[in-house]
C-alpha cells in the first residue's frame, strides 16, 4: 500500500528565513502529489499539485515544490516565509486511477517575528 | 461561490449513541469524500461517492461506520454506536470528478468528542 512521510514534525523559523518540508512517498507507479495548508482556525487548502510534465510546480502564496521521482520525494519550499504561514501543512498522494488522498501526518510551522 | 458545508461544526455525544454527520458539497461536483483527522491516526480517507456508482467503502474503520449520498448532493456519516476512539474531526471534501487529477475541496469539518 502507498504511504506519505513528513519528517519534519514541527518547524520553527523566524520571517524572512527559507523554507524547505521534506515529503517521501513510497509507491511504485505513476502518482499525483499535492501539499494541502491548513491554517489556525480554517480548513485544509490546496497549495498546489504535480501530475506531470515540469516537475517544479509553482503554487500560491509563493510556494513552489519539486517532484524528484528518483527519489521519491515532492519537498516544499519557499525562499522566504511570513508570520501569515504558520500553520500545518500536509503532503498527499493519489496513485494511479485511484481517488482517495493519502496523507502524511503533517508539519507544523511556526514564523517568529 | 459557496464552499462546502458541514454540520454540526461540533458534536459531543455519550459513548453508545448514535450520531449523523452532514457534508453539502459544491454545487455541480459529482464526487464527494469523507476523510478523519484525529490526533494517533492523521488525516485517513474513510469513503468516498462518485455520481451513482457504488461507494468506495475500503476505509470505513469498521461496521457501525455508514454514509449514504441522496440526490448526488448532501451527504450524512452515520456513527451508530459511538465509541471514545471515534472521536476525531470529520471532514467532508467535493470535487467535479473522480481524476486524481481533481482538487478536492475541503469542508471545515465536524469535530466530535465521544464522553
Known amino acids: 500500500a502507498q504511504s506519505v512521510s513528513q519528517h519534519n514534525h514541527h518547524v520553527i523559523l523566524s520571517e524572512a528565513a527559507s523554507l524547505e518540508l521534506g515529503c517521501n512517498y513510497s509507491y511504485g507507479g505513476t502518482v499525483n502529489l499535492f501539499w494541502y495548508v491548513q491554517y489556525p482556525g480554517q480548513h485544509l487548502q490546496l497549495l498546489l499539485k504535480y501530475f506531470s510534465g515540469d516537475p517544479l510546480v509553482k503554487g500560491i502564496k509563493g510556494f513552489e515544490a519539486e517532484f524528484i521521482k528518483s527519489k521519491f520525494s515532492f519537498n516544499l519550499r519557499k525562499p522566504s516565509v511570513q508570520w501569515s504561514d504558520t500553520a500545518e501543512y500536509f503532503c498527499a498522494l493519489i496513485t494511479g486511477t485511484a481517488s482517495k488522498l493519502t496523507f502524511g501526518t503533517g508539519t507544523r510551522l511556526q514564523v517568529t517575528l | 461561490g459557496a464552499g462546502v458545508s458541514q454540520s454540526p461544526s461540533n458534536k459531543v455525544t455519550e459513548k453508545g449513541k448514535d450520531v449523523e454527520l452532514r457534508c453539502d458539497p459544491i454545487?455541480?461536483?459529482?464526487?464527494l469524500y469523507w476523510y478523519r483527522q484525529s490526533l494517533g491516526q492523521g488525516l485517513e480517507f474513510l469513503i468516498y461517492f462518485q455520481g451513482n456508482s457504488a461507494p468506495d467503502k475500503s476505509g470505513l474503520p469498521s461496521d457501525r461506520f455508514s454514509a449514504e449520498r441522496t440526490g448526488g448532493s448532501v451527504s450524512t456519516l452515520t456513527i451508530q454506536r459511538t465509541q471514545q476512539e471515534d472521536s476525531a474531526v470529520y471532514l467532508c471534501?467535493?470535487?467535479?470528478?473522480?481524476?486524481?487529477?481533481?482538487?478536492?475541496?475541503f469542508g471545515p469539518g465536524t469535530r466530535l468528542t465521544v464522553l
Open positions: 471534501a467535493s470535487s467535479p470528478g473522480t481524476s486524481g487529477r481533481n482538487t478536492q475541496y
Open positions: 454545487s455541480g461536483h459529482t464526487a
